[in-house]
């Protein structure tokens, strides 16, 4: 299996910037499709972007499309989340996600097995 830490969250002000970012420790990280994904209180979990096991093929919520960039590094085994032009409606806690099955990239939130323990990025008006 493969461990998820997810780090760089934070309070930043609308139209700021973050880079959020998680290691992962175990198995092979190539082996793995890799989410972001986001919660706000009383919400279920959204889909922000995913991106397929050697980085060829992104997706993204409509919501972040043009503002999100996710990438990874294999040969560091950590994902990434560039975050630009900020709005107070990103506000929620960002979780990193792994799938270890053999199959497209999802978008689903149940179709991953493996979760971090999230970070929480607030933005300001």
């Known amino acids: 299996q493969v461990q998820l830490v997810e780090s760089g969250g934070g309070l930043v002000q609308a139209g700021g910037s973050l880079r959020l970012s998680c290691a992962a420790s175990?198995?092979?990280?190539?082996?793995?499709?890799m989410g972001w994904f986001r919660q706000t209180p009383g919400k279920e979990r959204e889909f922000v972007a995913v991106?397929?096991?050697?980085?060829?093929?992104?997706a993204y919520a409509d919501s972040v499309k043009g503002r999100f960039t996710i990438s990874r590094d294999n040969a560091k085994n950590i994902l990434y989340l560039q975050m630009n032009s900020l709005k107070p409606e990103d506000t929620a806690v960002y979780y990193c996600?792994?799938?270890?099955?053999?199959?497209?990239?999802?978008?689903?939130?149940?179709?991953?097995?493996?979760w971090g323990q999230g970070t929480q990025v607030t933005v300001s008006s």
């Open positions: 996600a792994a799938d270890s099955r053999p199959r497209r990239p999802s978008t689903i939130p149940n179709d991953y097995n493996y």
């Open positions: 175990g198995r092979t990280f190539s082996n793995y499709v």
């Open positions: 991106i397929s096991r050697t980085g060829g093929l992104t």
